[in-house]
Each structure stands twice: as C-alpha cells, then as structure tokens.
C-alpha cells in the first residue's frame, strides 16, 4: 500500500515537472521578444529593481508554503537564464574561480552566464571601462575586516557605475579526502580563513601537528587538498564543489554573522527608481573650515538618512587631503536628493543608484 501511494506521488510531481518546463519555455519565447526591443533601443539587459519587483510581487501573492527567501533563490536563478537568452553577456569578477567573489558572481548571474576570472580589483575595473566585460563583480567591505580600499578609490578615478550590490554570509567548509581528523597533517587556506575560523581550528587540532600552509586563494586550497593525501582545505563551498572536495564540517568560521558586501559595477547603466533603494556618493570637500559639516547638515535638513560615511586620502598634493564615500537611503532622482546633489555638484560625484539589499 505504502509503495503504491509513493509511486502515485512520484507521478504526479513528474507530471507537475513536466508542465514546469512548458511554462519556463513559454517564459522564455517571451524574454527572447524582449530582448529583441531591448537591444534595438539598447535598454540595459540586468534590471534589478524589475527583478525585486517581481519577487516582491511573487511572494505577496502566492498562498504556498514557499518562503520569501525561497522564491527569491528560485527566481535569481530564472532570471539569470532569461537574461542569457535576451543577451549573453561578459560577467567579469576577481578570482579566481572558487571564491567568495565568483560566488556572489554566481548567486545574481546564474550559472550559465559566462564569467571571466581577474587577478586584481583594477583588472575588473579596466575590463568594464574598455568594454571588454559588460558587468563586473567586486567586493567594498566586510563587516569583520572592513572597506576594500581600492575599490572605492577606483570608483572615484573611473566613470563606472555600481549596478547592484550583493550581501552575501560568508561561510567556510572544511574539505578533506581524509576519513578522520586525525589524519589530517596539513591545512591550506588563504590567511584570512584561518584567522576566521580561530575557534574550529583550536578545538579541532589542539596539541595536534597539523602544519596551516597559507595559500592565495581558498579556491588553490580545495585543489590542493583535493589531490595531495593528508590535506585539508578551509575555503568556499563553491571551491570544494569545483575540486570534488568532500566537505567534511560545514560553516566553520567563527562568527555567525559574517557577511562580505561586493558590487555589481557596469558602465553608463542607470537604474530606475524601486521604491527601496540606496545611492552612493563621492565627496570631496574644500579646505574651508566646516566644510564638511555643512553638507552633511544639507543632508539632514533634507531628511536623507546617511548610512554610510568612509573617509579616503585623496592622494594628490603634498597636504593632508581626503574624500568622503557616502551611502544614503533613497534614488539619485527623488526630489529632495537631487536638490541636495545639485546643490554641491562641484564637490559630489555621484556612483550609483540601486536597489537596497542590506
């Protein structure tokens, strides 16, 4: 009775799969039609505040037992493959393959879209400016270590603009081919992954010789590990799956709350407002006293809620100079933001507004 209830099951999520995939093909006939306007009035392919819409939308009217969290996972994905039929599209980002960054890459492209791994922020930066790439990924801050500093100066030297932003946790498997921690003898990883998984590492092998062999990236660790006998990796899970790594603890790292902060750059990309958005800004403010002050009190006076405010060398002149990176709550086009802008047009540069993820 039990075998047979099973297979009726079974039936009818293969039948219920089945009509999935005619709707997803139906879906895409329709994005190919899309993508022929598109590109015939060059309107950018990536819309994120389009895609936020939709999920928003999916989620308030569904009665299911999806969550939001849910939907939004099923349907990044969808997007990303739609966009490859509209227009495949370059997607840039440091690597190398296997990191945290071709992760974020990965969670908002797809992992059909067609990626290119560089050796340096500036590399993605220069692929973006000189066409070679349409979109790229970098990281601007970890809440444990803090601001990438090279990326926002570059977003100050060059006319790039940040499209998106991706919050993504941070987690850290231990892969090994061994079957016991005792056998064990070598662990690679990138120093940063070993700084942050202190309390795994020392509960572990504590009074163990176990040699820590850091290595520049958790991606060449999971390779390591994965062919030399006796070796373990601390890296990303896409790491471990790209080198058949067995993982053998999951989220070793010691804090729970561990989140690195990357941005999608694109060049001359402007997205439209969302109703939830965020806008980051360059400032550079004169030598006048309160100079300073006096703009950030402009932004109080016009309600705008600051949350971000990073100061930069300016790295020009013999003096003591600096430039402020600002992230504020709303769109380059609502009312009272580009009031403020405009008003202080000589001394702001504005890099982007985009949807509000964190």
């Known amino acids: 009775m039990h075998e047979k209830a099973l ?14 995939i005619e709707i997803l093909n139906e879906r895409i006939s329709v994005i190919k039609e899309i993508g022929k306007l598109k590109r015939s009035s060059k309107t950018a392919i990536y819309r994120p505040e389009r895609e936020k819409s939709i999920i928003d939308r999916l989620y308030k009217n569904h009665k299911g037992a999806l969550t939001k969290a849910a939907i939004e996972a099923i349907f990044l994905e969808i997007f990303a493959i739609s966009r490859n039929f509209e227009l495949p599209e370059l997607v840039a980002y440091l690597g190398p393959e296997g990191s945290f960054t071709h992760q974020a890459a990965e ?11 560089l050796d340096s922020i500036s590399s993605v930066f220069e692929a973006i400016d000189t066409n070679r790439a349409r979109f790229g990924v970098v990281p601007l801050e970890n809440n444990q270590e803090g601001v990438v500093s090279e990326t926002i100066d570059l977003l100050g030297q060059l006319d790039i603009q940040i499209t998106a932003e991706i919050p993504l946790p941070i987690h850290f498997a231990f ?7 005792s056998d064990v003898k070598r662990i690679y990883s990138k120093d940063i992954g070993f700084k942050q998984c202190r309390k795994f590492l ?4 504590n009074g163990a010789k176990v040699e820590y062999v850091p290595v520049n990236s958790t ?10 006998e006796g070796s373990a990796a601390l890296c990303s899970h896409i790491a471990a799956r790209m080198h058949n790594l067995p993982i053998l603890f999951d989220n070793v790292e010691d ?19 969302s109703g939830n958005d965020k806008t980051s800004l360059l400032a550079r403010t004169s030598d006048k006293p309160g100079s300073l002050m006096m703009l950030l009190q402009d ?9 971000k405010l990073e100061s930069r060398p300016a790295k ?11 992230d504020i709550d709303g769109h380059i086009d609502d009312p009272h933001i580009a009031e403020v802008v405009e008003k202080h047009k000589k001394n702001i540069k504005w890099l982007g507004s985009y949807v509000k993820m964190c």
Not at 299 to 307: P, R, S
């Open 7 to 20: 297979k009726e099951l079974r039936k009818k999520v293969d039948e219920l799969d089945d009509k999935l």
């Open 107 to 117: 969670s908002r492209f797809g992992a059909m879209s067609e990626y290119l791994a």
């Open 175 to 181: 892969g090994t081919k061994c079957e016991k921690l």
């Open 202 to 205: 020392r509960e572990s092998f």
């Open 219 to 228: 991606s060449k660790a999971a390779k390591i590990a994965a062919e030399e």
């Open 255 to 273: 804090s729970t709350d561990n989140f690195t902060r990357f941005l999608i750059i694109s060049k001359n990309i402007k997205n439209q407002l």
């Open 299 to 307: 932004f109080y006076k016009a309600g705008i809620n600051m949350t």
């Open 316 to 326: 020009r002149g013999k003096t003591f100079k600096y430039y402020f990176y600002i």
